[in-house]
């Protein structure tokens, strides 16, 4: 049987890529090792097990089939541009082949007379039956049939895929199918073993469960992604122990400066509150460098605790900064956190990319010479000019809007050559087995229950044509002594024209409210502007403060009970769950009116829908995962992301679980080294690089 098959037109006018080797070409994707080759599994299956009769296919129609005939002409036409039409015939029945790209040596393989097996589509056009751009293969009487389904691979230019399956098959018969893991373990966990498993997935015997091939829930498949979440837990964990070398001062002191601040604070910690404050107590303790995530919701105290933290640091003599990723943020940092400590005797320095020259230089200089023992800002923070004289511990507040480099650059401005200690902080709940998976070696703690006295927020989904009840419902709240946020539609495609929308809506909210005070804040304002108005909403001078999402995050001001958001729809679950965390921070029942304009799409209604029914950020963001999948939810900026490429999070999430518990297990088991050092050459051969961070 000739290999001819050939599942894609060669593109137009296509030059010879003889130049350019397999060798190099299988590199191209990745493919340099012979278990790189084994490994590169199918990403789907054909099934040519199968020839059915011309007319059993005709019938069927419109799926996909193969059929084997006589080519009984061969023509090439023009009209309406050129192609080449093979009519096949077999005892039931006739079938065009119809090419639009074609070689001229695909002429001569096809000439009268041949005998073809076509794999295709079948449709019926003007002119009968026919396939367009079949898959074929040049067959003799009798030929055997496959026994096994046809895998397809994922591949790359000019790699066609008899290629690619010529490669693999020899790259099998070359490795060492030795099981990384043992049979105990294979046993206990009722695993597929490593070459079965393979063989499986390259080959499929025609019995096979094509359902659960197709789905990746054969056992098979299984084995492959246990076998992939365990090495990433191994040099996950190994990352950590890399870290764990690496030295950091020990920040034991908690002194006189924590006892005072927490005697000055106004409320009791939470327990939840306590509880991470003493998990970051303990790590901060360590002379290797905490990284610890701390998760919380909207509005579940975690200014407090990262304070907390720095006043450790600074019992300790050391340094401590405070990383926000936008000014108005940072700035709402500085006003707390100074406020609170600078009675007590702290020297708090302010340093961001919009202070002038003179000014940034001032706090520079007051964190080379140590005499700030903490430095509230921006990214400027992290920027090279800016030394410290004993930085011991650095926190980052939203830390998933800080891209990985920008964290880096933190870790090497420790005194002494010692890495500082980390504390990030989101409000973005990840989901446990992304936060396993995705991020490299963290520590996560989570607060879990919002301070006291909090009342629950009431969600309303309004259509956007009830705008003047909504207004008239603000103008109500409003003279009830209630302050309200106005958010303006996110316009992504346009600064500008959210810009624009900010100022109308602004100029008709303060036209239909003259009795009140609106004020405006969006993201072009001059900081020293924008706090302005932020201190007069703040004194409960201005009524209604109509923003543009500048006030997603940190905005905290208890008394505004009343939210609207226009177009909620724009906007993503995480955000819309952001912003109605700046309301139900004081006593009064709070409300959040989320306007719509119609027709809804179904995924805007399911968010919406989502937002009425729970106030749980926890609860939103796994159905923010089910709702866009979990590469979308993190972005494209985290690490290791790139990393599965078998195990699907959403589906394998148990699987996550016990490849954990593996691979604790053989870490902890001084016979389980070999078993740790061949799976990983195994299933990563050197390509750590991910985990860097
Ligand atoms: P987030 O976790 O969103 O950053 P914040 O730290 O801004 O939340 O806290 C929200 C509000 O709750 C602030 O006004 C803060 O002072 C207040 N707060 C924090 N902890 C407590 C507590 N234990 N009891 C009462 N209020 C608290
Ligand atoms: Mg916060």
Known sequence: ?????????????????????????????????DMDL??????????????????????????????????TKNEITYKPRKQMIVHIADDTGELMLRFMNFYGSQTRQLAEGTRVRARGELKHGFFGAEMVHPSYKIVNEGAPLPTSLTPVYPSGEGLSQPVLRRAIADAMGRVDWTDTLPPRLIEKMQLHGFEPAVRLLHNPPQQVDEHALAERSHPAWTRMKFDELLAQQLSLKRAQDARRQKGAAPLAAVGSLTAAFQAALPFRLTGAQARVLEEIRADLRQPYPMQRLLQGDVGSGKTVVAALAATQAIDSG???????????????????????MEPLGVKVAWLTGSLKKKDKMAASA???????????????????????????????????????GQRLTLRNKGADGLVPHQLMMSATPIPRTLAMTYYADLEVSVIDELPPGRTPIVTRVIDQNRRDEVIERVHAAALDGRQVYWVCPLIEESEALQLQTATETHETLAAALPDLQVGLVHGRMKPAEKQEVMDAFTAARVHVLV???????????????????????????????????????????????????????????????????????????RRDLEIRGPGEFLGARQSGQAMLRFADLETDGWLVDQARDVAH??????????VVEAHLERWLGGREEFLKV
């Open 318 to 340: 050391f340094q401590a900064a405070l990383m926000a990723p936008t000014e108005i943020l940072a700035e709402q940092h500085f006003r707390k956190i100074a406020g609170w």
């Open 547 to 621: 923003a543009t999402t500048v006030i997603e995050v940190g905005v905290d001001v208890p008394n505004a009970s009343l939210m609207v958001i226009e177009h909620a729809e724009r906007f993503g679950l995480s955000q819309l769950h952001q912003l109605r965390g700046r309301v139900g921070r004081g006593s009064a029942a709070s409300v959040c009116l989320l306007l719509y304009q119609s027709p809804l799409g179904p995924v805007a209604k399911q968010r919406l829908a989502t937002m009425r029914e729970t106030t749980d950020g926890f609860e939103i963001a």
């Open 1 to 33: 049987m000739a290999e001819t098959k050939q599942s894609k037109p060669p593109a137009k006018k296509a030059a010879p890529s003889k130049a350019v080797s397999t060798e190099s070409k299988l590199a191209r994707l990745g493919l340099r090792t």
């Open 366 to 404: 007051l964190a080379e010479s140590g005499e700030a023992q903490l430095v509230i800002g921006t990214h400027a923070l992290i920027q090279e000019t800016v030394q410290f004289a004993r930085l011991g511990l650095v926190i980052v507040d939203e830390q998933h809007r800080f891209g990985v």
């Open 665 to 674: 297990a053989l870490l902890h088991d001084p016979a389980g080294q070999p």
């Open 38 to 71: 084994v490994l590169h599994l199918p990403m789907r299956y054909e099934d040519e097990t199968e020839v059915i009769d011309i007319r059993a296919a005709c019938l069927r129609g419109g799926q996909t089939s193969q059929v084997e005939g006589i080519v």
